[in-house]
């Protein structure tokens, strides 16, 4: 179950990249365009620094979510095994 | 020819937000990976299972920060330079508008006469598709 709404996650994501992905290389050119692919983490922020003029604030909601979401699902996951492993201390920290 | 050459740093840092957000971005992440946390979840390798041009990239990082260098260039080779990229934004984002501007203007004029980043982003694709088709990642 867990597996599956990964992948649903997972696919959103990746076309609200896309999408975004897209608007970048209309936008800016090939350069900027071929550095949005290589780094998805630029194209994340362009499409926030850009969101109002390019219409795009819906879907830079939905991808923001949809990290934060990815982001503590999988902190949860790292703090269990850690935790689990060796009672490490340095994770009360960030927790 | 001038459409290649066109700048890609220079309008970057021209924006001191847009500068500011990528440097900080870029070291979060970095961070995060260090301390073994998730950082930034590739969308592309998360469908595809194919990794991005820029994954292993933050590891890569990671590991030349902690002086390992030939790990980290095994990890990936573009991380002393991608280092320096983001190195460069960031020092330009916290500099006096005045001052960033000159900055500006005489990186848009290297971009364009050298055209250094086309041929960093252009090597950056070449690279990702030898380790894709021939050496594999990691």
Known sequence: MLGVISNIVSIVAWIVG??????LFKKE???KGILGIICML????????HHKEEGITTIMWVWTAIIIVSMVFGGVVASSIASSAAGSSYLSLFI | MVKIFSPVLAPIIRSRWEALAISVAAVLHVALITVGLPG???PIKAVTGVPCPGCFLGTAISLLLKGKLQQSLGMHAFAPIVVLGVG??????????TVRLSVVQKTAEIERRTGITAIILFGLLFYWSLRLFWFGFG
């Open chain 1, 29 to 31: 050119g090939v350069l």
């Open chain 1, 42 to 49: 630029y194209t994340f922020i362009w499409g926030w620094m």
């Open chain 1, 18 to 23: 896309i999408l975004v992905l897209i608007k």
């Open chain 2, 40 to 42: 930034w979840q590739c």
């Open chain 2, 88 to 97: 460069f934004i960031g020092v330009a984002s916290l500099l006096p508008d």
